[in-house]
């Protein structure tokens, strides 16, 4: 008779724990945001037992703090922020979800899910959208400062020796034969991959694009 396999006995904390999201933002001018909802997912083919630790247990209710989810199922956590003070905007906390098999006590699972107060949702969205200004900024100078770093005493400017050198060495990459062609007189050490090609490929294209803006 063949043997029955048996399932691999788990070792204590090396079990992916899903949750979502994995970060809880409250907002204390936003009432609504002051109730929010953990769902831990369950992926795997056993019931596993919950339970969920707080840095801050004074801040928070969280309603089910320990249960089961079924095998290839969810349950929502809801945690509610019953602290809404300015004295913790800006304060990291941590929740802990543990899980474990229900027949075992050890915790086969660990995941952390960070928790925020801030003051204001409008002033949050503002500093992101800022800081995504200034990365997008940084990003266009990082390509095109070529083309804003000519000396005034031009009437008209062209790219720099550098640039046409390295578009060429591109251009030489491209052409060169890719490994795995046998019928070619060129040596197997310049044989390029197709990776390879494909960062030439890309190099040239920001070379174009600062050639066209030149």
Known sequence: MPEQKRQPELV???????VFPTE???YADDQSTHKQVLTLYNPYEFALKFKVLCTAPNKYVVVDAAGAVKPQCCVDI???????RACH???IDKFRLQVSEQSQRKALGRKEVIATLL???????QKEEEEKRIKEHLVESVFFEQASCQPEHRTSSGPSLLTVFLGIVCIAALMLPTLG????????Y???????KLVAAYVLGL????ILRT
Do not use: C, W
Request: hydrophobic share 45%; charged share 15%.
């Open 207 to 210: 070379i174009t694009m600062v």
């Open 78 to 84: 809801v945690i509610r922020h019953r602290d809404v």
């Open 181 to 188: 062609e046998m019928e070619s007189v060129v040596p197997l």
């Open 24 to 26: 809880l933002i409250f």
């Open 12 to 18: 204590e904390g090396s079990l992916p724990v899903f």
């Open 89 to 91: 905007y800006g304060v």
């Open 119 to 125: 003051p204001s949702a409008k002033e949050q969205q």
């Open 190 to 196: 310049l044989h390029l991959s197709v990776n390879q």
